[in-house]
Nanobody, 116 residues
Framework: QVQLVESGGGLVQPGGSLRLSCTVS????????MRWYRQTPGKERELVAS????????NYADSVKGRFTISRDNAMSTTYLQMNSLKPEDTAVYCC?????????WGKGTLVTVSS
């Protein structure tokens, strides 16, 4: 059974930092690219960042480039999203995603609120 569990969200002031984690089970983590998405009510889901199987290749949305860093620990079956210099517009539910055999799997998400 494929499971993705996010953690690390919360309330942070503008300019602050958070690190999100996504721990997975039910598949061979090291064999698949991982992605972080975010969604706010009334907006389309946005791909925030992605990372290759070994972690050597990463991609970011223009809106977070230079502020967010995606990484992974294959031994821990966990991917991370380090978020720095947070802005109110980063407020969203952040979900991790993996595509297995053509099927998308999602975690339930973790809420990040950036507000003073």
């Amino acid at each position: 059974q494929v499971q993705l569990v996010e953690s690390g969200g919360g309330l942070v002031q503008p300019g602050g930092s958070l690190r999100l984690s996504c721990t997975v089970s039910g598949f061979t983590f090291s064999s698949y690219a991982m992605r972080w998405y975010r969604q706010t009510p009334g907006k389309e889901r946005e791909l925030v960042a992605s990372i290759s199987t070994g972690g050597g290749s990463t991609n970011y949305a223009d809106s977070v480039k230079g502020r967010f860093t995606i990484s992974r620990d294959n031994a821990m079956s966990t991917t991370y999203l380090q978020m720095n210099s947070l802005k109110p517009e980063d407020t969203a539910v952040y979900c991790c995603n993996v595509k297995l055999w053509g099927v998308n799997y999602w975690g339930k998400g973790t809420l990040v609120t950036v507000s003073s």
